[in-house]
Every structure is written in C-alpha cells, then in structure tokens.
C-alpha cells in the first residue's frame, strides 16, 4: 500500500515540528469535524480531484516495474473562520517553512519513491479559508506530489 506508507511516512515528519508550534493532533485518514480544541491539526490525504498516474515501465526478471505518480494533500486546520481574519493571519505565519522543514529536501524509501515530480515543486500550497464537512477553517491545504516505482 504505496500511498499509506507515503501519508504514514510524512505524518512522521510532521509529528517533529515545534515552531511555530506543535500540531495538536495528525490525522492519515479524512475526519468528518474538529472543534477548536484539536486545533492546530493536519490532515493527510490522498489528494481528491486530482488526476494520479500509474504508467508500465518494464518488464524484466519476471516483473512488472510501474511509474506511480500521485499526490497527497496536507490540510493544516489553523483556527476557525469566526476568528477575526488578522488573527488567522497572524496563526499562520512561519508554517509554510515549518512544512518545508519537515520534509526537507528529499523524502524516500528505498530509493524507488521521491516527493516532487520530474522538475516540479515538492511541496505547493495556499494560504485562506478551507471548508471542512459544514465548518469552515483557516489554514494551509498543501499539495505533495509523489513519484514511485512499484515492482510487481
């Protein structure tokens, strides 16, 4: 289960971040609502409409060897929108690089999986308000586009 161990592997490197400060809970899998007290939270994901790839490569010494491109979302949940808009903002200062920190510059597993793909972003994000079930939050939804190989 390539995408698991993906989500799992970045839920790791999320759980080191201290500054700005330390995520209350990490979620690998959607929640349905969050109260304010179980904020600040990321939630990872497989990204939904997005287009995710699985493309033949060879085949050799009786296996199958696929280019797996995919993409996982981080919706990092700041604060809820009923806060006053300069507050959220204030919230969400130094994350982004609290992010990028995380995952550093490579992110891999045996050399057969990497974040980013080809000469793209490792990691893309926006800043503002994420709709969540029926509440509304303020935060960071970012984009990690993975590349792997799978041998079948």
């Known amino acids: 289960m390539s995408v698991t161990t993906t989500i799992n592997a970045l839920a790791t490197q999320f759980q080191a971040i201290t500054t700005p400060q330390v995520l209350a809970a990490i979620y690998t ?3 349905e609502g969050f109260s304010a007290a179980q904020l600040p939270c990321m939630i990872l994901a497989e ?3 997005i287009d995710h790839k699985a493309t033949p490569q060879t085949f050799s010494q009786g296996h199958q060897l696929w280019l797996h491109e995919y993409t ?3 919706y990092l949940l700041l604060g809820m929108r009923n806060t006053p808009l300069n507050t959220l903002y204030l ?3 130094g994350w982004p690089e609290a992010l990028m920190q995380a995952i550093g510059n490579d992110l891999t597993e045996g050399g057969l999986k990497s974040l980013g793909q080809g000469s793209g972003p490792v990691m893309s994000y926006k800043i503002g308000p994420i709709a969540w079930g ?3 939050f303020w935060g960071i939804t970012a984009q990690y586009p993975v590349t792997e190989y799978i041998q079948f």
Do not use: C, V
């Open 91 to 93: 919230m969400q200062l």
């Open 134 to 136: 029926d509440q509304e």
């Open 29 to 31: 899998e959607p929640r």
């Open 72 to 74: 996982i979302s981080g």
């Open 47 to 49: 990204a939904p409409g």
